[in-house]
């Protein structure tokens, strides 16, 4: 048994390594509403996160389970609930973000109208300017009135996403425009109890993964709903 949690620990140890290593580069646990962000500067998206936290939580459970016994299946309804339910929140938090207008929208659309569409153009905005610095007192006057308007621009861009950048983990999790809010706060601890209660019956039975009770599951959809409904709000402008 102990052999199986070593192993077990290990591969998930590498797949959670994984995940948080594409995180900090990439938007795989992040929102993606402003792509004129850089993915490691993007807000982390509790709905993600969650659907990343049950996929580590199910994984070390099955290979556990599979190792300690040999037997493959012994994944539980309950298991595939948890889940769905972090799935399916998934997909209403993304649905809710995209039939809203949101301030996210706004700072999008007025980029866009400056010409910066996407990272990529942020980029070449960079580029840019540096080329034209470089000339120094060979600058014409019409080039420094375009590199005087290119650095406006990137000015205008840095103020303008400033408050979109990522303000840490944790804080991202649990905060919206207002401040903390209680409905996310809500959401994750429970994820967080709830995964725990699960690897401990895991642990405990060293057979199948465990039946939760029915009211531990609706607890879970509760809280979750909870926060899709409340991010409805959240994101008005």
């Known amino acids: 048994m102990n052999k199986a949690l070593i192993i077990s620990f290990i591969i998930v140890f590498l797949a959670a390594w994984l995940i948080v290593s594409l995180s900090r580069h990439s938007a795989i646990l992040k929102d993606q509403m402003i792509p004129q962000i850089p993915p490691r500067q993007q807000t982390y998206s509790l709905a993600r996160t969650q659907m990343a936290f049950w996929f580590l939580i199910i994984l070390l459970s099955f290979l556990f389970l599979f190792f300690a016994t040999g037997n493959y299946d012994t994944v539980s309804t309950q298991a595939l609930t948890l889940m769905g339910i972090s799935v399916v929140t998934a997909g209403g938090a993304a649905i809710v973000d995209r039939s809203q207008d949101t301030p996210e929208d706004a700072l999008n659309d007025g980029l866009k109208a400056l010409g910066l569409s996407n990272y990529q153009d942020v980029l070449n905005l960079y580029a840019n300017i540096a080329d034209a610095s470089a000339l120094g007192a060979a600058l014409t006057p019409a080039g ?21 950048l990522t303000q840490g983990f944790f804080t991202d999790l649990t905060t919206d425009v207002d401040g903390t809010a209680l409905h996310r706060l809500q959401a994750l601890i429970w994820t967080v109890v709830i995964g725990a209660v699960f690897v401990y019956e895991v642990f405990q039975s060293c057979k199948v993964m465990p039946d939760l009770s029915d009211n531990l599951l609706a607890l879970m959809g509760v809280s979750n709903a909870g926060y899709v409904g409340f991010k409805y709000n959240e994101t008005q402008y």
């Open 144 to 164: 420094q009135a375009k590199l005087n308007d290119m650095l406006l621009l990137k000015q205008t861009y840095l103020n303008r996403t400033q408050p979109f």
